[in-house]
T-cell receptor, first 113, second 123 residues
Framework: AQSVTQLGSHVSVSEGALVLLRCNYSSSVPPYLFWYVQYPNQGLQLLLK??????LVKGINGFEAEFKKSETSFHLTKPSAHMSDAAEYFC???????????FGAGTTVTVRA | GAVVSQHPSRVICKSGTSVKIECRSL??????MFWYRQFPKQSLMLMAT?????????EQGVEKDKFLINHASLTLSTLTVTSAHPEDSSFYICSYNLLQGLGTSGPRSYEQYFGPGTRLTVT
């Protein structure tokens, strides 16, 4: 069965520290992979996406993610956390040609001053 | 670019009434769009896929007669929650799918652009 898993429902980091959010997928076909951020009571904003081009993808706000086929992972990182990074982050995967997204459960990021 | 709006942002209605939520793409056109619902502290759950000019395809467990979707143009779709009940209270989010980099064998890439969401509370 095809699925997407985000490890860790909550991550707390100090301002300036590394942010690492984990995402693994299960699929028999190469997927498209996305990371979205959601601020309270708002819709989702695309941070970055992987669509079978470069395996290291750079996104907005200093985030990047690396697609590792052997590990079926697409972890999101940011070298130095900022207070404005506090939000909910969703990994999403598209397995088919119907453009549907399957979302992970989400990871809440809090940033300590 | 690629801005999606939703109206209203918040709505409170009485049990048994119907509520219509509008979703518009402001600066682009898209054939395919999606409706999601999100419960507090949970992920997004896909309700239905809609292609302009066609009937919507609903996910398993979503009542098509309760959640009416009209997708009459490439920039406007509406979701009507009919005979709403308190358990329908949720955050409803729409998205439009934008194809990118069209080639001879189809789109090279795509991504969904999301509306800001509508908070529905049924009393």
């Amino acid at each position: 069965a095809q699925s997407v898993t985000q490890l860790g429902s909550h991550v707390s980091v100090s301002e300036g520290a590394l942010v690492l959010l984990r995402c693994n997928y299960s699929s028999s076909v190469p997927p498209y992979l996305f990371w979205y951020v959601q601020y309270p009571n708002q819709g989702l904003q695309l941070l970055l996406k992987y669509t079978s081009a470069a395996t290291l993808v750079k996104g907005i706000n200093g985030f990047e993610a690396e697609f590792k086929k052997s590990e079926t992972s697409f972890h999101l990182t940011k070298p130095s956390a900022h207070m404005s990074d506090a939000a909910e982050y969703f990994c999403a995967v598209s397995f088919s040609n119907d453009y549907k997204l399957s979302f992970g459960a989400g990871t809440t990021v809090t940033v300590r001053a | 670019g690629a801005v999606v709006s939703q109206h209203p942002s918040r709505v409170i209605c009485k049990s048994g009434t119907s509520v219509k939520i509008e979703c518009r793409s402001l600066d682009f056109q898209a054939t395919t769009m999606f409706w999601y619902r999100q419960f507090p502290k949970q992920s997004l759950m896909l309700m239905a896929t809609s292609n302009e000019g066609s009937k919507a395809t609903y996910e398993q467990g979503v009542e098509k007669d309760k959640f009416l979707i009209n997708h009459a143009s490439l920039t406007l779709s509406t979701l009507t929650v009919t005979s709403a009940h308190p358990e329908d209270s949720s955050f409803y989010i729409c998205s439009y799918n934008l194809l990118q980099g069209l080639g001879t064998s189809g789109p090279r890439s795509y991504e969904q652009y999301f509306g800001p969401g509508t908070r529905l509370t049924v009393t």
